[in-house]
């Protein structure tokens, strides 16, 4: 049975731990400079962008304070991005909006230098700098909104409790899509919920005795660097540092996404690392369930998707998540 003052010295261990994994201040400032300057360029007066009202915001891990960096040096810090776009053209088609935007970026002479081949959601732009401040890329997803999403996003992240989420979610853009370069209703584009489950995964998170920053921070395009972080938060990051050892550059590792779903669903409100820890690793599995796939024509692992009824199929991930957790 271990003391109590045997869990604070552990606690101790962690925080300097995770501290020891978070990016550098100046990693963090670069990014949001760089991504700044994107969405800046975007959204000028001569851009053809323009009259839709683009605008530029960090998702994912950048987003939820969950950032590591990685663990060798040769590697990127992966920077995921929103570019919104209040409007679009009747006509316009998934493929118009995701050339749209490309074409724009191309305009740029040095974000042309930078950018990656073209992905099946984002364009990449991959950053190399000589100062030794890392190397990152950014994933830009096009996406489609509405004008009065500033205001629900707005209003999403600045009450103590929200659970609207479905007022939260974009259309986007997938070239693998069957209706990719036909449909022009976004009604039945592919949806995407970033800012929803963020605003899940800050619900779970944040323990009312212990308010570090303003939730209106973690959707602001220029958002502060955090220096202190939630207990969730930090169990994430060792458990992706984990993810990241056991799994040695293996490209079919547990994705981030599963490892934060899979942890706030089993995080339960504990204010210390150590805690935290204990009971998300105790808890994980389940919320690991089997479901017969008629697709597959066979039982496959999935997770329950925290914001609708829908699931996230492992497939090939179904042993490895089990081997994270063993």
Known sequence: MITLEQKNELNEIFEELTKNLDISETEYELAVKSYNAVGNWLSKEDSILFKYKPEILPQGSFMLGTVIKPIN??????IDLVCQLKYKEEYWTQKDLKQKVGFRIKQN?????????????????KYRDNS??????????????????????????????????EKLALR???????????????????????FGYARWFYNNAIIKTRKL????????PVPKYQKEKLPLQRSIQILKRHRDIMFNGDEDKP???????????????????????TTIISNMRSYIEKKF???????????????????????????????LLC
């Open 73 to 78: 040096e040769d590697d990127d810090i992966d």
């Open 109 to 125: 002479e040095t974000y042309n230098k930078m950018l990656d081949d073209e992905g099946r959601r984002c364009w990449t732009l």
């Open 132 to 165: 030794n401040t890392g190397k990152y890329h950014m994933d830009i997803l096009p996406s489609i909104t509405n004008d009065k999403y500033s205001q629900i996003l707005e209003k999403a992240f600045s009450s103590t409790t929200y659970e609207d989420f």
């Open 255 to 277: 994705i981030s996404i599963i490892i934060t779903t899979l942890a706030t669903r089993a995080y339960n409100q504990e204010n210390n690392i150590f805690d935290a820890l």
């Open 213 to 220: 920053f303003s939730l209106n921070e973690a959707v602001n």
């Open 293 to 323: 796939c008629p697709k597959l024509g066979k039982e496959i692992y999935f997770i329950s998707n925290p914001l609708v009824h829908d699931n996230f199929p492992f497939y090939h991930y179904n042993q490895l998540i089990f081997k």
């Open 172 to 194: 986007i853009t997938d070239s693998e899509a069957n209706n990719y370069d036909t449909d022009t209703n976004i009604k039945n584009w592919l949806k995407s919920n970033p």
